[in-house]
């Protein structure tokens, strides 16, 4: 932990187990269960917390369950953050196909101030990448990192100290399919 009071929605039980056994990351809040389900329980619950922060990586086995990229998702998640709440959504998906232009242009009608990044070139001979986005209601910059940043990582210094470097224009990734409530799993490999 990093002092950060961080509450963990995790569908896999084994995910929690690892990240604590290996990556001695440790939740203030733990939750197994669908992260869906989770946030319609807070809407109807009537709990007051408003997240500054959400972290959104639903990747799994070549697929992602559209059920929590959707628009219906992204507006309940409007209710549980703060109107300057930063959302980072991780995607893999093939560089130009649908399934990122669908998530881009699902996320930014609620989120619509976006920036992308990219962990490959945007080339023919790399199809598939690592696609992460940080989208707000607000406007937002990211400053220079600093030293306690890398928090003595080799790893993290050197994606965030060339993160500018990856960053990906998401004016092309603009006019999908928006995403509606289906529990299916979106396959793009």
């Known amino acids: 932990s990093v002092g950060i009071h961080t509450t963990t ?44 922060f959400v972290i959104h990586d639903v990747f799994t086995a070549g697929g992602m369950p559209v059920s929590v ?36 242009s699902t996320v930014t009608q609620i989120f619509p101030n976006c920036r992308g990044f990219s962990d490959s070139k945007q080339d023919k001979s790399n199809p598939t990448a690592n696609f992460l986005l940080f989208c707000s209601k607000s406007q937002f910059s ?12 080799k790893v993290r210094e050197s994606y965030l100290s060339h993160m500018s470097e990856l ?12 995403l509606g409530r289906t529990g299916k799993v979106s396959r793009f490999f």
């Open 9 to 52: 929605v995790e569908i896999d039980p084994i995910v929690n187990e690892m990240a604590e056994k290996y990556f001695q990351f440790k939740s203030n809040e733990s939750h197994v269960m669908d992260a869906r389900e989770f946030v319609e329980d807070r809407i109807e619950s009537g709990d007051s917390t408003h997240y500054d």
């Open 69 to 104: 990229l959707s628009l219906e998702m992204w507006k309940m998640v409007e209710k549980i953050t703060k109107p300057d709440s930063i959302i980072a959504l991780n995607v893999v998906a093939k560089i130009g196909g649908k399934i990122l232009k669908s998530v881009v």
């Open 142 to 153: 990211f400053r220079k990192p600093e030293k306690g940043d890398y928090l003595g990582s």
């Open 167 to 178: 960053g990906i224009s998401l004016d092309e990734y603009m006019g999908g399919e928006i």
